[in-house]
């Protein structure tokens, strides 16, 4: 039951800041057609994902750290189905040249900072 509301908890907090991030950047960006919100919260959801797993590969994280973080805040906080949904309406809406641009800047930057957040977690724990 533990882990339940570990998860839980992470993933209230989760859901929050991304409705917070989301709704700032929307603000900054009104009127632009691609999706940034989105493809800034995959990207930094990547980044802090792989960090904290080169943490975990060190042994840093604990399994409890592990499902309040990775689980439960990173699982709420990032919106990959949001990335599906808006690249179909991208489409649906004769926008395909922009759908393509948002795929592959969710691919290279999210795989980037999953690599960034990595790297820079490196030293940890050896």
């Known amino acids: 039951m533990n882990k339940i509301l570990l998860i839980g908890a992470g993933g209230f907090v989760g859901a929050i800041i991304r409705y917070w991030v989301g709704s700032y ?6 009127g632009a057609t691609f999706p940034y919100a989105t493809l800034l919260i995959n990207v930094t959801g990547c980044l802090v994902i792989g960090y904290l797993a080169r943490l975990t590969l060190h042994n840093v994280l604990s399994l409890e750290m592990r499902l309040l973080l990775i689980t439960g ?10 990335f599906g949904n808006e690249t179909v309406l991208l489409m649906q ?18 795989l ?7 790297t820079l977690a490196g030293g940890v724990g050896t």
């Open 93 to 110: 809406s004769n926008n395909s040249l922009l759908a393509y641009m948002y795929i592959a800047a969710s691919i290279i930057l999210g």
């Open 73 to 82: 805040f990173l699982g709420a906080y990032t919106t990959f189905s949001t």
């Open 112 to 118: 980037g900072a999953v690599w960034l957040g990595q």
């Open 25 to 30: 950047i929307q603000d900054l960006s009104k």
